[in-house]
Nanobody, 123 residues
Framework: QVQLVESGGGSVQAGGSLRLSCAASGYRYNSYCMGWFHQAPGQEREGVATISSTGSTTYAASVKGRFTISQDNAKNTLYLQMNNLKSEDTAVYYC?????????????????WGQGTQVTVSS
């Protein structure tokens, strides 16, 4: 079955950087749209960035220019490079796979989820 395992979260000061990784298994990688979502306490889970099977990317306005989504097909791994982190980026970050090659900016279309990794940014 599809498994997604995130890593790379942690604590960092504002202005710092982190790189999240998501190791995928159980399906033919690069056949699905992949995405990163985050959820802060008391808030809904929101989209951060997505990448389609053809490499087309989309970002939330709040992270555009600071975050970069990418993937290494040879390693079946999805990444999220986060630079110039802000306190409002503090959340649990989830990797997700849609069951289709194209992306919709709607978390309900993502069928598979990782367990999440905590990112804490202190000001």
């Amino acid at each position: 079955q599809v498994q997604l395992v995130e890593s790379g979260g942690g604590s960092v000061q504002a202005g710092g950087s982190l790189r999240l990784s998501c190791a995928a298994s159980g399906y033919r990688y690069n056949s699905y749209c992949m995405g990163w979502f985050h959820q802060a306490p008391g808030q809904e889970r929101e989209g951060v960035a997505t990448i389609s099977s053809t490499g087309s990317t989309t970002y939330a306005a709040s992270v555009k220019g600071r975050f970069t989504i990418s993937q290494d097909n040879a390693k079946n791994t999805l990444y999220l490079q986060m630079n110039n982190l802000k306190s409002e980026d503090t959340a649990v970050y989830y990797c997700a796979a849609d069951g289709r090659p194209w992306c919709l900016w709607d978390r309900r279309t993502f069928a598979y989820w990782g367990q999440g990794t905590q990112v804490t940014v202190s000001s």
